[in-house]
């Protein structure tokens, strides 16, 4: 059973814990430090949401899963370090994570599902290493303070509306192929295009990106160089 509204302040998570399972640390909320130890491989569902009072987490180099909401509502939660390994950001895993600033994904992590980041309403940008194909529904929805997404030449599709309530989105790179499905959708909000956003494109895409600019008047297109 989860240790709900503990008053303990830090925890560590020894090496001969495979998994933590769901609601483990769920609302203790003057857990300011966690720290694991290699040999954890699954952090379950709830196991940490609503810890607000938690700054920082660097996740073991074996971490493969991170489940639902696993640090939802962690409202002091700056710094998150993921581990190569890890495969994908499951759903509502860091949504109202209020205090991040930044995301950088290592190249293992194939896909951020639907809401991962939702309502990250301090996150300044987003990078992925080469590897990630697939940003799910309203990935980061409600990041109103995300200026840069920086996405990889490996992605192949992004959800309706992931970027939806995005205000202050000024620049998005793609570094390879369209993605499937690709549309204004992805970059406005309420029927409005964000106002000010150049979108990077390689060159050898120019006609593609030609097309979508006459449909979205308000964006501007930018050719880099690229493979």
């Not at 003057?30 to 130890?37: G, I, K, P, Q, T």
């Not at 940008?125 to 990889?152: H, M, Q, W, Y």
Request: proline share 3%; hydrophobic share 40%; with cysteine.
């Amino acid at each position: 059973k989860g240790l709900v509204k503990s008053g303990m302040t830090s925890v560590i998570i020894p090496g001969t814990v495979r998994r933590i399972c769901a609601n483990a640390f769920a609302d203790c909320k003057r857990l300011a430090s966690v720290s694991f130890r290699d040999g954890l491989v699954s952090i379950g569902m709830m196991a940490f949401d609503g810890c607000e009072s938690l700054r920082s987490i660097t996740f073991p180099t074996i971490l493969k899963e991170i489940g639902e909401w696993a640090f939802s509502r962690c409202t002091s939660l700056r710094e998150v370090k993921f581990n190569e390994g890890l495969m994908s950001v499951a759903e509502w895993a860091f949504s109202e994570c209020s205090s991040l600033v930044s995301v950088e994904l290592p190249s293992s992590v194939i896909s951020i599902d639907q809401y991962s980041f939702a309502w990250c309403s301090n996150l300044l940008v987003c990078r992925s290493d080469e590897g990630l194909e697939t940003i799910g529904k309203r990935a980061f929805s409600g990041c109103s303070n995300l200026e840069c997404v920086d996405l990889p030449r490996s992605l192949c599709e992004i959800g309706d509306d992931a970027f939806n309530g995005c205000w202050k989105l000024n620049n998005m790179i793609f570094h390879g192929d369209v993605p499937n499905g690709f549309t204004k959708s992805r970059i406005e909000d309420g029927g409005k295009y964000y106002t000010g956003m150049t979108v990077f494109y390689p060159l050898k895409y120019g006609q593609y990106w030609q097309r979508v600019a006459n449909d979205m008047p308000t964006v501007s297109f930018s050719a880099i160089q690229g493979t």
